[in-house]
Nanobody, 117 residues
Framework: QVQLVESGGGLVQPGGSLRLSCLIS????????ISWYRQAPGEEREFVAW???????SYKSSVQGRFTISTTATWNTAYLQMTSLKPEDAGVYYC???????????WGQGTPVTVSS
C-alpha cells in the first residue's frame, strides 16, 4: 500500500512561484513513476508532469520551461516547482503514483492552487 499526501498549494499572484510537495509513504519501493495532474473547476483532470525512477521527465507543453518535477533520492517525497505562474495554471493539483509491475495507480487528495492578483 502507498499513500500520497500533497501540500504547498495556496494563493499566488501571476508571475509568482510555488513548490508543491507529495509525501509518499508505505511501500515506496513499489512506486515506479510519479505524475502531477491538475483539475480546474468545470474541467477534466489533466496531465502536468511525470518522472520515472531513471529520472526521465515529461511535461505538458504549456508548463514546459516553467515547471520542474523532482523527487528526493529515496523517493519519499516528490516536488513540483512552479514558476512564472499564470491564471490558467490554477486548479487542484494531484499527485499520482504508478505501481511497479501493475496497471494500478494511487492518487493523493489534492492541493489547491489559485493564481490571481
Amino acid at each position: 500500500q502507498v499513500q500520497l499526501v500533497e501540500s504547498g498549494g495556496g494563493l499566488v499572484q501571476p508571475g509568482g512561484s510555488l513548490r508543491l510537495s507529495c509525501l509518499i509513504s508505505g511501500a515506496v519501493f513499489s512506486v515506479s513513476e510519479i505524475s502531477w495532474y491538475r483539475q480546474a473547476p468545470g474541467e477534466e483532470r489533466e496531465f502536468v508532469a511525470w518522472i520515472t525512477r531513471r529520472g526521465t521527465t515529461s511535461y505538458k507543453s504549456s508548463v514546459q520551461g516553467r515547471f520542474t518535477i523532482s523527487t528526493t533520492a529515496t523517493w519519499n517525497t516528490a516536488y513540483l516547482q512552479m514558476t512564472s505562474l499564470k491564471p490558467e495554471d490554477a486548479g487542484v493539483y494531484y499527485c499520482n503514483a504508478a505501481m511497479r509491475g501493475t496497471l494500478n495507480t494511487v492518487w493523493g487528495q489534492g492541493t489547491p492552487v489559485t493564481v490571481s492578483s
